[in-house]
């Protein structure tokens, strides 16, 4: 038993209690962490505020686990690392999470105050160095404040535009002893939404009215707005299709009538389309930058965002909108506007979704030699689960182009069950935190990660992690010896190679050193049979998968030749 378990509403308690209780009056129940000397009040606290602490192998995966965690689940993921080393590991997640608009606290201990300046262990200028990428960031400097600035830090993350939010406290501030807060905090209990002037709205419903082949477009902005039912209702009172992307897959099921699935597929229809509204998504890498293949200089762009600094930018709009997307769908839906195209445009933009899961199934297809396609592996894993747990089973994707063949052949029938490298960074190693805290998120349904052999490595002792926790995740690892996509390119530019050359590792003897399940495949008939033995065992399982080094998605080659990072 804590020593800081109250005896009484005014028993003093330690400041990280107080913090654990805040995090917990907020709603958080999980909180993803690595132990250290800045923290122990924190983690202390959490055993009697009833927050659940997941010890990760890495400060890197701890920061990667909190955003996996809140684009499973939507609510803001949250991260808590000591100082020092254990804050620079971390940082690349908060980054992702900073430059993805995603919702994320991370909370780091600091050098105690008396001590800084004297060469103490980990004393860094920490909120200098992430100020640079935070949404907000702040150092409670004395106990009394910790409950409060948790409450700001919490709300700042999720209000507006989502994103990465840092709070550090300092060790000897922790450690301080002061009357627990129960008084409410000042900052909205709900999320106020925002929506668009009339004017506005009737400039869209106008432009939509005179199209003859609209569609939507739904990026990671959709999916934090929570506005699936109402982009579905508008697209089916509308007669518009709608594609997702990043975040926002499965947001509209791909199954739904007039929804084309992933933009990997419903690109040419997007390319044929004369009026595109793009919902919470900016004009990136992702998409091209919003130029050719993807966009034309005759279509129509309707943008809509909460930020009025995320419209524009490398493509102008032809009409901007600043609004809560779902609010805005919600009050679009209200007006019914009709496009000219229809029921016909939606059937001639499928066929041109099936024309492209064609080519996907030539390359496949077409492949000979002993290994296995990596597409072909892609392909099998999303039959299985599709065949085996319907829309229930999460699929996470993490790689170069392992990623890619994921994607074209993962389906996503629900918000939050469809996880990649698809963010802003394009940061590998993400898939198995992601996993992880994806399997927290829904504890009773199945969550395969289909990863790279390269991005494995950068967090694989996070397999122990899943065997401590309890956490029966399946990792399939397309294990092609090398980084794929860095000796294809090397080879395309400089006709050959260097540090892109991996050992023929068996991950997946490391899975079973760590108390998980593992197996070796080296032919795709082996693998759904590989698969149900997964599933069956349990604990967390590896798969290791021997992949054809030569091949790359065609794809990923034309984004090589682009030149689009």
């Not at 080393?85 to 995603?102: E, H, I, K, S, V």
């Not at 072909?376 to 065949?387: I, Q, Y």
């Not at 992601?434 to 969550?447: G, K």
Request: with cysteine; proline share 5%; glycine share 12%.
């Amino acid at each position: 038993m804590s020593q800081d378990t109250a005896g009484s509403p005014n028993t003093p308690v330690h400041g990280g209690r107080l913090m654990a209780d805040r995090l917990r009056a907020n709603g958080v129940d999980v909180m993803f962490t690595l132990g250290g000397g800045h923290i122990v009040e924190l983690l202390d606290g959490c055993i009697d505020a009833g927050v659940r602490v997941i010890g990760m192998r890495h400060e890197g995966a701890t920061t990667q686990a909190a955003q996996g965690w809140a684009l499973a689940t939507g609510q803001t993921g949250v991260a808590a690392v000591t100082a020092g080393p254990g804050f620079t590991n971390a940082l690349t997640g908060f980054a992702d999470a900073a430059t993805w608009n995603l919702p994320l606290v991370m909370i780091a201990g600091r050098t105690a105050l008396k001590r800084r300046g004297r060469g103490a262990v980990g004393d860094l200028d920490q909120l200098a160095m992430v100020g640079l990428i935070a949404k907000w960031a702040a150092s409670a400097y004395a106990a009394p404040a910790i409950g409060r600035l948790t409450d700001e830090a919490l709300y700042r993350a999720r209000s507006g535009r989502p994103g990465a939010v840092y709070l550090e406290v300092p060790h000897d501030v922790f450690l301080a002893r002061t009357q627990p807060s129960h008084a409410e905090s000042g900052f909205p209990a709900a999320q106020p939404v925002s929506t668009a002037a009339p004017a506005d709205l009737d400039r869209v419903l106008d432009a939509l009215r005179k199209a003859s082949r609209p569609i939507v477009l739904a990026g990671g902005g959709s999916f934090w707005s929570g506005a699936g039912e109402a982009i579905a209702h508008f697209c089916e009172t509308a007669e518009v299709p709608v594609t997702t992307t990043s975040a926002a897959r499965g947001l509209v099921a791909d199954s739904h009538p007039w929804c084309l699935g992933s933009l990997v597929h419903a690109g040419m229809a997007l390319a044929s389309s004369d009026c595109v509204l793009v919902l919470g998504s900016a004009f990136n890498g992702n998409l091209i930058y919003g130029g050719s293949p993807l966009f034309t200089d005759e279509q129509t762009i309707i943008q809509v965002d909460i930020a009025a600094d995320q419209l524009g930018g490398n493509r102008a709009a032809d009409i901007y909108i600043v609004g809560d997307v779902r609010q805005v769908m919600e009050d679009l839906a209200g007006h019914t506007p009709h496009s000219q195209g229809g029921s016909a445009w939606r059937d001639k933009a499928r066929e041109l979704v099936e024309l492209s899961q064609g080519m996907w199934d030539q390359q496949v297809d077409g492949h000979e030699g002993p290994l296995v396609h990596p597409g072909a592996l892609a392909r099998e894993v999303a039959t299985f689960a599709r065949n085996e747990f319907g829309g229930a089973a999460t699929l996470v994707a993490d790689g170069g182009d392992t990623l890619t063949w994921a994607l074209a052949y993962a389906d996503a029938q629900r918000p939050g069950h469809l996880l990649s490298t698809t963010t802003a960074l394009g940061t590998l190693g993400v898939g198995l935190p992601f996993a992880l805290a994806s399997q927290l998120a829904r504890p009773n349904d199945p969550v395969i990660l289909i990863t790279g052999d390269g991005a494995f490595g950068f967090s694989a002792m996070e397999i122990d992690t899943a065997v401590r926790h309890g956490l029966p995740v399946i990792v399939i690892v397309a294990n092609n010896g090398g980084w794929g996509d860095v000796r294809h390119h090397q080879r395309q530019v400089h006709g050959r190679e260097i540090g892109s050359v991996l050992a023929p590792t068996r991950y997946d003897r490391l899975a079973e050193s760590l108390g998980g399940h593992g197996e070796h495949v080296d032919s795709i008939r082996e693998l759904r049979p590989a698969l149900q033995r997964a599933i069956a065992a349990g604990v967390p399982a590896l798969i290791d998968v021997s992949t054809d080094p030569d091949v790359i998605s065609a794809l990923l080659g034309a984004m090589m030749s682009l030149g689009i990072m």
